[in-house]
């Protein structure tokens, strides 16, 4: 129920979510299961962009803003964890 739950969620927060290649739903998908959906917020600008590169298909622009978010957690505890899974989805997102 997890998975299907968290994809309504991609379904409704990414316009364009359907029409993407695989890689790039999952990666969402990955992104929005540890991120939430919130686009509020000074540490949801990436989310916000994002979201309105998603209905044109710019998997550049969306992998470059899953790792602009790296940002959040430098120099923190979980942080190491935490980019090495962004990164991970930003290659995802551009892996066809």
Known sequence: MTLARFWGLCQRTWPG???LR???QA???SLTFNRGSSMVG???REMRNIR???AS???AGMAEQIRLMERI???TPDGPGLIRRREAEAKLMLTQ
């Open 17 to 19: 979510f359907d029409n």
């Open 22 to 24: 695989p890689n790039a």
């Open 27 to 29: 990666a969402l998908l």
């Open 42 to 44: 000074g540490n949801r």
């Open 52 to 54: 309105d590169m998603t």
């Open 57 to 59: 298909k710019d998997y």
């Open 73 to 75: 957690w430098r120099n």
